[in-house]
């Protein structure tokens, strides 16, 4: 039995991607209508009198804390799934 060349390999690979990404095209107007998208963001500031988190005998510094969390939901409640995701990124600055 012959070993496919990396070459052809690879092209297959490239076509079956590209159907994929066809019909999930052609799907997506379909299953869009189901879901519902809400994004959001949430802000908060914090106060701390060690921000470095110094030992004892160190020397504290105190700042105040920014976190920024953006995120978004996904829902969907169809007759034979239901799905609830929601996703949130946390950074500090």
Sequence with gaps: ????????????RIRVLAQALLLAGVAQPVLAADWTVTPNL???????????????????ESDFITEVR?????????????????YS?????
């Design 70 to 86: 953006p995120g978004i939901q996904l829902y969907k409640n169809g007759r034979r799934l239901k799905v609830n995701i929601n």
């Design 1 to 12: 039995m012959a070993n496919k060349s990396p070459r052809a390999s690879s092209r297959l």
């Design 42 to 60: 949430t802000a908060s500031e914090r106060y701390t009198d060690n921000v470095n988190l110094a030992p004892s005998s160190g020397k504290k």
């Design 89 to 93: 990124l946390q950074s500090l600055t």
